[in-house]
């Protein structure tokens, strides 16, 4: 199994589960505290800080498109909805042109949310949509993220959950939060090495221990050597940082409830809102084909695919 694979495998588990809760629609049972329902004032102060927290990443990512423009309505109302239509039509209205105004909110919300795990997981679904509905999300704003996700009590795979179907990044993400520290580690190579750094490395290292060197030795001894062999060339391809499927992107169907292999021009759904929609002509543009309804990202990756796949056939 590729590292990339093992990485990410098993830690989208419940992603499109509460998917539903997750996107907003089925949402609102869940703001339930100790006390009981939480109160309307409560609601409605998360769902300003909100705002102006889409507002504050924005801001980090300095730009404000028509792209910013209708993610962020699209989500206000999506919160609203999760928080059980505490806002009037009229007064969301009036809040969008508001949020300008309203400073320093990611901090404020994230402990306000974090006694609701599944509103916590929500609002960073929200922000990861923001942040990447028009462009990469800048450094300042991956690193908002990160620490709301944490200030919010997300655990890091959480944290990666909510951004996979937005951000391609991702995957770079989980792979620089300890995979990438323990590969570099196995190679004897510092963190930041460079790609011929690591590439040296690995030649290096598979002198050393590549079974062919080691036929006239002890069996126990040769396993060991074996075994070492194949963590350094994991923790080579790990670095590598290569697609493993050398571009095959992967998306969802329209014409059946299928994950299948995306090709420029194709038609296929979106996978969060299933609209209906053509990938790009060109094959280099598929990759960052969004949504342009809920912004996610239309295509796959091969572990995500076939984590989808399983779920919806039950295996390959
Ligand atoms: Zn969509």
């Known amino acids: 199994m590729k590292w990339r694979g093992k990485a990410i495998g098993g830690s989208f588990g419940s992603i499109f589960g509460p998917t539903g809760a997750l996107i907003g629609a089925a949402a609102g049972h869940y703001l339930v505290d100790r006390k009981g329902r939480v109160s309307k004032k409560d609601r409605e102060r998360i769902l300003v800080l909100t705002a102006g927290a889409l507002h504050q990443i924005t801001q980090a990512n300095n730009r404000f498109t028509h792209l910013t423009d209708q993610a962020f309505r699209g989500i206000l109302e999506q919160a609203n909805t999760a928080l059980d239509n505490v806002m009037s039509h009229y007064d969301l209205l009036y809040l969008i042109a508001q949020s300008t105004h309203i400073p320093g909110c990611l901090g404020k919300l994230a402990p306000a949310v974090r006694p609701y795990p599944e509103l916590s997981r929500a609002a960073a679904t929200w922000f990861w949509r923001i942040a990447a509905c028009d462009a990469p999300p800048s450094p300042a704003a991956l690193n908002m993220l990160e620490r709301f996700g944490h200030s919010a009590g997300l655990t890091p795979e959480q944290i990666l959950q909510a951004s996979l179907l937005y951000y391609r990044g991702a995957f770079a993400i989980a792979q620089s939060n300890g995979e990438r520290e323990k590969a570099c580690a196995l190679l004897g190579v510092a963190y930041n090495a460079g790609n011929d750094e690591i590439k040296q490395a690995f030649r290096r290292m598979s002198l050393k221990y590549h079974p062919d060197k080691h036929t006239g030795l002890d069996p126990d001894i040769r396993k060991l050597t074996a075994e070492r062999f194949s963590q350094i060339k994991d923790a080579y391809e790990l670095l590598q940082n290569r697609s493993d499927d050398g571009g095959e ?30 990938l790009p002509q060109a094959a280099d543009m598929i990759s960052e084909a969004h949504c342009p309804l809920c912004q996610a990202l239309l295509v796959f990756e091969k572990p995500l695919a076939e984590h989808l796949l399983a779920q919806q056939t039950g295996g390959f």
């Open 249 to 278: 992107w992967f998306a969802h169907s329209c014409q059946a409830p299928h994950i299948v292999r995306a090709a420029p021009g194709m038609p296929v759904s979106c996978y969060i809102c299933r609209t209906p929609q053509h």
